[in-house]
């Protein structure tokens, strides 16, 4: 981004496209605050008391996000050399699904259909992502989270093989009398204890049952420390191995990321 | 604090506003204990049997710590060279609400103004802060929080947005009849569930839901790792690179425990 | 597996009980989709409402699968060396008793028979392991569990203390008439309160109680930082102390990654 | 323990009070048994429909073990040079206070005494700890948590802060109408909700409170990382500064446990 932009399309695809600039900034914070507003929206007509209400006020907000969206999408398609690569990207389907219901509302009406538009314009909180994309510590959340994406995946793979083993135990313990009436609601139980949640609407009666149920959560207890344990060494590893730079003189490494001496001959690093 | 202190003044401001001596370390003891106390008062005249059978004796000890708080605030105004600098300081404006309620009491008759009269009085919770502020262990902790502060708050928006789906999904599979009334009680139904605390004052019904709410629970308790794993790495990277010391040519510390030769100049650390 | 399998039982043995080919790799994963498609079978035997539309296809589904799992048995007897070792080892067992209750069904009639024979062949989950058992992640998983296991044994042998003297104690505060009725089920409410679960079928209703429920909470809050502490440095241990280099002359391994001479014999390492 | 015992007195002494010896551990395992035996009788006479059943067999094996524990008592006493030392020390105290009920039971007789002395039985409990001081595991867990205690207890402090200004909070906005009675039950919620158990009992109703419940849960999830992290610091320090022996020839530290060899310079460590 050297050269300066030429004509008004370049001056927009910067502002719009990205962060970088006093304006794109702005543009950003704008985007993101009627984003959030368009949120609120949804839920709040959601709050049948408030809609019966304020019904007014929230439909012409809606209409105002509305064209607010429907300008901020055409004019995302005029500043980008190939308007398709971003109709068709996720960003693209996401930003036109969640602005065209309140358009479709003025020729679909019925309590039905107002659903199915309502689940479309909630589609907006993706559109959170694609602000957040420029928040720096979200990256390295990310890298962390991939790395240790395989055995956090293991884990929960044996945390699922234990749910279905202590649920179908628990099925032929407890049995339909007390709660649990069938295997998938049994292992929906196990799983609702063993991570600790425990909602109560079904609870062991039986007294082997609430042995069995007190052997559970204390395995739950011990193993909730595994994926903890895999993203800490993950991330200590990080901080600790940050640079593995070998002095030319001595070729020791482990050299600290602002070095410019080695720690253990005094050789100056390049 | 080299220097004795001359006149009166100066010698209670060490006591009131300093811990570095015994009389100091004494007068901070004591207010605490005047403080939990006053909080404990509060509490107790709001569990309505145990006011109905010792209002006196409650009165009473009301009546005593707001008087002793009173001679605190107005010595805490005397013996600052500029008394605006701490009347309007954020502890300064705590003492003053916490302290008027009982004398507003005298003007204010009625169960209402009863209420928020308490709620002032509850403010002496912040006075706590005040004398904790001595205890080196909590700038640790206050440091390490700082230093993942920025991680720990992207991490919660993202916990936000998933909150934000998950509750719309389950808003538009459970229904108003499942108790999932509006998007807002749904999302506050799935942060109930994500961090593992699971009321069962809303519970999935349907199979689907509960499905749903399975892969809620999971990922919350997969997920739960990742402020663990913030706090965690940056508390150890702390006690890794525990070298204070200083190079005696550039004055940079924070060298590698084992480091013979400075990182920054390359002089031979001695 | 140098050499090439020279007849059909060769062959055969390799692709059923190895993964190191391509078709051991496709047996394993056409293996593993017939594992849980039993196992999501026996699931859906078990919801009532399921059951009696679908019993037709359920009953088919189960024959299919009983079929295929009788010729992987058999297979499995015929291109080993020694059946007996296959037989009568845990996955042996597991095979067999897994299989069989749907031949069984035949001669048993009976609602209480069949939940018997329900339960046999929920044994299937146990055959995931074995598939399971060639990813490579869980090798390490299990690794670190097993180097923390006597810690995490300790730590949940005085977890169960803490428990047993909290039970004991809400027992006499609370008594039979708040639900808790004998010391085992006060006992069982400690554990699901100390875990953070709280189902909430078991709750204290005296101050006493809920005072004391409250630290007991608070304790679990403090100590579940425990294991997790475990397994984090036994990972983060793993990680530091990573060189797998052998020493030439002793062969001693282990050495830590700065290490120029063994720590072992004192022999220059290259 | 260098030189034999000579009497029988200094053999048992050695039996009972040391477990360096076969016949020590046997004893151990025999008492650890005993114990277990005792807690068990006790929970099981606490359950009224089993001691209604089986209460001649209840009562046998708990005169058995009072008699074992009554020898292992006297023994104790007469084996130690200063009995009043065992006497009056913790242990020696419990010993004597659940020994005792039984004995007392045939003098005093009626359904209030007896709830006493099952309470003083239970102390054997206790017991357990003196066998378990042998668990090498255990001191290691312990010295963990006393490194972190202050940082534990800092951190507590503050937990217990937030529960006080959120309870009090709540019992303003939710009110006596929708179960927040008084502040001290307000504060056992919040307590109850920020350690994520969350029973169900008490649960916000109004939107606003339950918006606040969503904010407490969250700041609950995301602060249980610091203990965890306090901890996992320390025994991650632990494990990697495990020996600070320096070498003899190059002066250089860090080494393995188990080195015999500087890992700089190959000279053999002393």
Redesign the interface.
Known sequence: MDKKPRNWKEKLHEVIYEADTPAGKWFDIILLIAILAS?VL???E???SFDNKHHDFLNISEWVITILFSIEYILRIVTIQKPSKYIFSFYGVIDFLSTIPKYLSLFFVGSHSL?ALR?LR?LR?FR??KV?RY?G??N??IK??NASK????????????IC??LG?VM??IEGADNGF?????S??WS???L???????I?PQT?LG??I??IT??I???I?????????????????ELNTQSCPNCS?????D???????????LN
């Open positions: 949120i949804v839920m709040l959601s709050v049948e659903v689940a909630l909180v959170v992502l957040s928040i510590e979200s390295q959340l962390a989270l395989a055995k956090i995946g293991v884990f929960l793979y044996f945390v699922l093989i279905i083993i179908s099925y032929f009436t069938s295997i998938p609601r292992i929906y799983i609702v204890t991570t600790t949640v425990g909602y109560g609407d609870a007294p609430q042995f149920a007190s959560v204390i739950g207890y011990a909730i420390a595994i994926p903890t344990g895999i993203v800490s060494s993950e991330m200590t590893k990080k901080k600790i020791y490494d482990g050299h600290k602002d070095a410019e001496f080695c720690y253990h001959c005094g050789t100056k």
